[in-house]
């Protein structure tokens, strides 16, 4: 089975950046949908974004459009998470995760219940 490393987290100032990354050892294949989620204390599990492998199609969540980039590296076997503009709010645990027989449909709607396979988890803090 595919396993999940996370990697990149760490504190910044608010209106910095970090890059996560997410390491996957085993084949990654086409109907799989690659996501970042996030959860901080006491809130639930939120979808941040998503990738679907067979077409590349990217989708985020609307606290997150136009401040981060999801993006997937084939030869590396890695997926990206790009954040800009951090705000406070977005400080939490953020974990990379598959649903590995997705649909594009499915993959847009960015919800943790659908995914199979998890990362660890890297801690992303923003202090204002």
């Known amino acids: 089975q595919v396993q999940l490393v996370e990697s990149g987290g760490g504190s910044v100032q608010a209106g910095g950046s970090l890059r996560l990354s997410c390491a996957a050892s085993?084949?990654?294949?086409?109907?799989?949908?690659m996501a970042w989620f996030r959860q901080a204390p006491g809130k639930e599990r939120e979808g941040v974004a998503a990738?679907?492998?067979?077409?590349?199609?990217?989708h985020y969540a609307d606290s997150v459009k136009g401040r981060f980039t999801i993006s997937r590296d084939e030869a590396k076997n890695t997926m990206y998470l790009q954040m800009s503009s951090l705000k406070p709010e977005d400080t939490s645990m953020y974990y990379c995760?598959?649903?590995?027989?997705?649909?594009?449909?499915?993959?847009?709607?960015?919800?943790?219940?659908?995914?199979?396979?998890w990362g660890q988890g890297t801690q992303v803090t923003v202090s204002s």
């Open positions: 995760a598959i649903d590995w027989l997705s649909t594009m449909t499915q993959c847009t709607k960015i919800d943790y219940r659908d995914h199979d396979i």
């Open positions: 990738i679907y492998v067979g077409d590349g199609s990217t």
């Open positions: 085993g084949d990654i294949i086409s109907r799989n949908c």
